[in-house]
C-alpha cells in the first residue's frame, strides 16, 4: 500500500514563504511524474507545478515564485514557495505516478492548508 503525506503548510504573511514537502512510503519500485495542485473553497483543483519525464511546468500564476523539486533517494517533492500573496491561499495536493507491483497508478497526498494573510 503507498501513502502520499504532505506537511509543510500553515499561515504565512504576504510575501513570506513557505516549504511544502510530499513524502510517500510503501512497496514502491518507482515513481514517474509528480505535481501540485491547489485548491481554493468554491473552485476547481488546478495544477501548480509538475514534472513529467524530467520536464518541469509552472502554471502562469505561480511562475518565477514558486519551484518544484524531488529527492529521488527520500521518494519525496518540495514545493518552495516564495513571495506568497493572498490569492495563493488554497488546500495544496501533492499528486506522484508511482509504479508498484501492481502496476502504475497515481496517487495524490491528503492536502495540507496554506493561508496568506496579514
Known amino acids: 500500500q503507498v501513502q502520499l503525506v504532505e506537511s509543510g503548510g500553515g499561515l504565512v504573511q504576504p510575501g513570506g514563504s513557505l516549504r511544502l514537502s510530499c513524502a510517500a512510503s510503501g512497496r514502491i519500485f518507482n515513481i514517474y511524474d509528480i505535481g501540485w495542485f491547489r485548491q481554493a473553497p468554491g473552485n476547481q483543483r488546478d495544477l501548480v507545478a509538475q514534472?513529467?519525464?524530467?520536464?518541469?511546468t509552472y502554471a502562469d500564476s505561480v511562475k518565477g515564485r514558486f519551484t518544484i523539486s524531488r529527492d529521488f533517494a527520500k521518494n519525496t517533492a518540495y514545493l518552495q514557495m516564495n513571495s506568497l500573496k493572498p490569492e495563493d491561499a488554497a488546500v495544496y495536493y501533492c499528486k506522484f505516478t508511482i509504479k508498484t507491483m501492481d502496476g502504475i497508478s497515481e496517487y495524490w497526498g491528503q492536502g495540507t492548508q496554506v493561508t496568506v494573510s496579514s
Open positions: 514534472i513529467t519525464r524530467d520536464i518541469t
